[in-house]
């Protein structure tokens, strides 16, 4: 069976995963563990565990159908007013697992059986991750400039264009099983999602990127349909230069895109995508403008990691 690992966070990796979970696959989901907004972040500047939200949210997206009113439940957000407005039953039930579970890797595989999930789902590291940007900045009186932003959500919303990002803390390191999983796959997937914030930070990691680059898996990246605030006014082929930019060491194979930009003038991406030696797949992969159709992105995928064999 065709060993994939899917990299990513929040939305955009559920799209990948439920696309993914449609084929005969052997799965698994690596997670970002930086995500600070809302319900996690709350959890997250009280409690030491690790940002409960966008691994919930993996979980639920492979979980079994026949496990549904369990998937139900880890979605439902806590109305009220009270200590547990807006955060989800999966979010709690995740935090008291990880206080459990000396390794948050065993903590996880528990959820994953709660849910049937159709992939093991992952950590990118152990331990809780920050990511910090530099964003150019401009002002009438002062010109240009350059201001750093530390935090997930505030650097999603922050005006000004991202430079560069690093993670905190500097010496983090990936987990074990993480490495293990991406040196026996066949194939490596990355995208949809949030560009500097969900996608880049896998390879924001020393040893998880060497990792990457060292295991014979192709790659293929699939890229978003509309731009987000953290990538105002980066075109597809910025998107695929500032992946290049971070990825010293890691060949792209294919690239992924639904944008009807694309079906239209495929040129500049095209070239984009040869700098990283990589080929172009357009299709029409839109359920609207801004959520990939998950019928389709699974034909896609499907012609290259089962047709193509690796």
Not at 28 to 40: F, I, L, M, P
Not at 103 to 115: E, K, M, Q, S
Not at 271 to 295: F, I, K, M, R, W
Request: aromatic residues 4%; charged residues 20%.
């Amino acid at each position: 069976m065709t060993r994939v690992v899917a990299f990513g966070g929040g939305r955009g990796l559920s799209a990948s995963l439920r696309a993914l979970t449609r084929l005969d696959l052997d799965l698994t989901a690596v997670v970002t563990v930086a995500d600070d907004g809302g319900s996690t972040g709350d959890i997250r500047a009280t409690r030491p565990v690790l940002p409960p939200g966008d691994l919930r949210k993996a979980l639920v997206a492979t979980a079994d159908p026949a496990k549904s009113e369990a998937a139900r439940l880890f979605s439902h957000r806590f109305g009220g007013q009270d200590f547990l407005t807006g955060h989800p039953v999966g979010n709690v039930v995740l935090t008291g697992l990880l206080e459990l579970h000396a390794n948050p890797v065993d903590a996880l595989d528990f959820a994953g059986r709660l849910l049937g999930s159709h992939a093991r789902v992952l950590p990118m590291s152990c331990t809780p991750l920050d990511i910090e940007a530099d964003l150019a900045t401009y002002d009438p009186a002062e010109g240009t400039g350059t201001r750093t932003i530390v935090g997930q959500h505030d650097i999603a919303v922050a005006d000004g264009s991202v430079k560069d990002v690093r993670l905190l803390p500097a010496a983090a390191t990936a987990c074990p099983e993480t490495l293990d999983a991406v040196a026996e796959a066949d194939w490596h997937v990355f995208g949809p999602g949030s560009w500097y914030t969900s996608v880049i930070p896998h390879l924001l990691l020393p040893d998880l990127r060497e990792a990457i680059g060292a295991a014979k898996a192709k790659r293929v990246v699939v890229l978003n349909l509309s731009e987000e605030k953290e990538t105002d006014g980066l075109t597809l082929a910025g998107h695929v230069d500032t992946l290049r930019r971070y990825a010293e060491g890691v060949r792209f194979h294919y690239v992924v895109s639904g944008d009807t930009r694309t079906l239209a003038d495929p040129g500049s991406l095209n070239s984009a995508a040869q700098s990283l030696e990589a080929q172009l797949v357009a299709a029409d992969l839109a359920s609207d403008g801004v959520t990939h159709d998950v019928a389709a992105l699974a034909a896609v995928l499907g012609n290259l990691l089962v047709e193509d064999g690796g």
